[in-house]
């Protein structure tokens, strides 16, 4: 597993795929177009690295999961291949559309074998866009416009998650938040920060965050989310 | 050979393996994705892909050379094979496993063993090329020269 990318840049995409040579591939497309990028090699790994659990999906009651099951990393988009062994690219769309705490994200499906009906199956099961491999840098001009929608979606729910949580830890909510502790920083920062993602919640399961970002990539020095700063 | 020299001699070599089917578009699509803060992308991925082909050739040879031939085995290790190929645009390799894929689909054993012997030819052939053209890169980076990637459209 590997993070790479600027992570100044504003959407995480996690990319699955088997095949090694297919991973440098799209992590290089998507880095070019500069976003932040998380290659696995597996369904599984993928559903590991979103922090998805099983049993949460039989409690429709909390259709924004409870704060416990929020993922432990913001992601903006899942780009898969569909055939892998065990679980395929299909099996994990079904798997993230079945989740309370997952299903906004959208997912972007590859192949290399134009089947109309397996298309048809994967959009109809919530796929955003279905790319024919080898995918190149024009095909990546479309995932933009899903990304956005959902970021849309998820501040919307963000913000009333806030307003659930300030009630109940309004006594935590006294002391001000603190930003990631200042890191050696290799890189010089620019003036201007792009506009950082929803705050409050990122704070709020940002120890977590922090140390699963360092068990996963030893290579990664800067917190994620430099902007946070400039905001509180 | 001076820098200008090495270059018009990758411009002219690039072009031939263009023309004479041996790469398609998508190796131009490798050669864009390569810039200053990737300066090695294409040797990367061109080396995985020998890794994973020559991996492959062996895997399909076995399974050919069995008694009981395990058609669902080859059948998806070319799929893997045509795959690789044309994530790299190793065009005659790819066009190899299409027809390699179909003769598996009708359980030719005679046919699947033509057909490993010609992507076995094609690979090989187009290993030797690629690795000529990136010796040729970096022959001209070590002189202090840029890949003149511009003048291919031209």
Not at chain 1, 50 to 67: A, I
Not at chain 1, 184 to 200: R, V
Not at chain 2, 111 to 128: E, N, T
């Amino acid at each position: 597993m590997a993070i790479t990318g600027d992570s100044r840049s504003q959407f995480h995409v996690l990319a699955v795929d088997d095949s090694l040579i297919d991973r440098k591939l799209i992590e290089r497309l998507l880095k070019t177009s500069s976003y932040q990028v998380t290659t696995v090699d597996s369904g599984s790994k993928a559903l590991k690295f979103l922090g998805f659990q099983e049993d949460e999906q039989s409690n429709p009651d909390t259709p924004f999961g409870s704060p416990n099951n929020h993922q432990e990393v913001e992601v903006n988009l899942i780009i898969t291949d569909y055939c892998m062994p065990g679980m395929t690219g299909y099996d994990l769309l079904k798997k993230v559309k079945e989740s309370s705490s997952l299903r906004n994200i959208p997912v972007v499906i590859m192949s290399s074998e134009n089947v109309p009906s397996r298309i048809t199956r994967c959009l109809e099961e919530g796929a955003e866009e279905f790319f024919l491999k080898p995918v190149r840098l024009s095909d990546l001009n479309r995932l933009k416009p899903h990304m956005m929608k959902t970021k849309i979606k998820n501040q919307k729910q963000e913000d009333q998650e806030e307003l659930k949580i300030s009630e109940i830890q309004s006594d935590e909510q006294q002391q001000p938040v603190q930003p990631p502790s200042p890191q050696p920083q290799p890189q010089p920062q620019p003036e201007s920060q792009p506009p950082p993602p929803p705050a409050l919640l990122l704070q709020h399961n940002n120890n977590k965050r922090k140390a699963m970002e360092e068990g996963l990539s030893p290579d990664r020095t800067r917190p994620r989310y430099n902007g946070i700063p400039t905001m509180v | 050979m001076e820098v200008g020299q090495m270059q018009r001699a990758w411009v002219e070599y690039t072009r031939s393996l263009f023309r004479e089917g041996f790469l398609d578009a998508q190796f131009q699509q490798l050669q864009l994705l390569q810039d200053e803060s990737n300066p090695d992308f294409v040797a990367e991925v061109v080396s995985l892909f020998f890794e994973d082909s020559e991996r492959l050739l062996a895997d399909l040879t076995f399974v050919l050379e069995q008694q009981n031939i395990d058609f669902k085995k080859v059948d998806a290790h070319v799929h893997q094979f045509k795959g690789s190929s044309s994530s790299i645009g190793a065009q005659r390799v790819k066009n190899d496993c299409i027809a390699f894929r179909n003769f598996c689909e009708e359980q030719n054993i005679e046919g699947c063993l033509r057909c490993l012997q010609q992507v076995k030819q094609d690979y090989y052939l187009v290993k030797s090329k690629l690795e000529a053209l990136i010796r040729l890169e970096q022959q001209i980076v070590a002189a202090g020269g840029s890949i003149p990637m511009e003048e291919l459209s031209s």
